[in-house]
């Protein structure tokens, strides 16, 4: 087995907390408006606006839409539809241009699990370390400024015309429809695939690496990988407890120890 060269990441919900921050952010908006947005599930709306966007990047990227693909405009053109749906017309009414276009660059300024910025400082020293996300180029670069993220390199699937999977039931179906993203970043390493690792808490992510070759890295996050019909944690096995999943951890730090291991046995 060749040793690990170069760790992929995906970034929102695997190194950043997407969800604690954008439901804090519109807490704070609707306390504005007192009364009329009380008693408002600022979780549920975070969700269906996530939920809404991984539908439209899975059909992206399946080739079902000729969406845009960048995403600060996509989680944008959501957004107008979620505030106009029935569930949430109370809220759309309220917010103006400016609003909205806070509520979509929250995106850019997400803080990092606990974990994050640490373990990756610490897995530099010992194999590259890049992010491999659908975000946009200016986001992650946002992104990383505000959470202290440190880098060797920032790949966005912008530069590569397309989207990784997502967990949306086209890519459950067809996983492997589209490698481009993954290839594409193996190769601007002058790595092949075999020598990357992509980590990720989604498993479709994860499987979508593993068919064009890459190993794989799978961490547990918080609110993520949840099955919408029972509402818990979707099942993921590593390959030695029989599942498809080359390392599973608990946190940045703990890949540390996988990567050294991995390494040393070369």
């Not at 519109?26 to 549920?44: F, H, M, N, S, V």
């Not at 569930?87 to 609003?99: I, K, P, S, Y």
């Not at 068919?211 to 390959?239: F, L």
């Amino acid at each position: 087995m060749a040793p690990i060269e170069a760790l992929l990441f995906d970034v929102f919900g695997t190194v950043v907390d997407w969800r604690g921050h954008i439901v804090a952010k519109l807490e704070a908006q609707a306390a504005r408006y007192g009364e009329e947005l009380a008693g408002t599930d600022w979780g549920k709306f975070t969700q269906d606006w996530w939920s809404a966007g991984l539908k439209e990047i899975g059909r992206i990227a399946t080739g079902a839409s000729q969406g845009p693909l960048n995403s600060d405009v996509l989680h944008r053109l959501v957004l107008d539809e979620v505030l106009d749906s029935p569930e949430w017309a109370h809220v759309g009414r309220l917010w103006d241009e400016t609003v909205r276009q806070s509520i979509n660059f929250s995106m850019h300024q997400l803080n990092g699990w606990p974990d994050a910025a640490d373990g990756l400082h610490e897995l530099r020293k010992h194999t590259i370390v890049a992010s491999l996300s659908n975000g946009n180029v200016r986001m992650l670069v946002d992104l990383s400024k505000f959470a202290g993220l440190p880098w060797d390199m920032i790949f966005s699937t912008e530069f590569f015309d397309t989207f990784k999977p997502s967990n949306h039931t086209l890519l459950v179906i067809h996983p492997s429809r589209n490698p481009k993203a993954y290839l594409d970043a193996a190769r601007h390493l002058s790595l092949d695939p075999e020598c990357c690792a992509l980590v990720s808490a989604h498993i479709q992510d994860v499987r979508g690496a593993a068919n064009v070759g890459m190993r794989t890295v799978y961490v547990r996050r918080p609110g993520e990988d949840i099955d919408e019909s029972t509402g818990q944690h979707v099942e993921v096995q590593s390959k030695e407890n029989g599942g498809d999943v080359d390392y599973m951890v608990g946190s940045f730090l703990e890949l540390v120890d996988v990567v050294k291991r991995v390494n040393a046995a070369e």
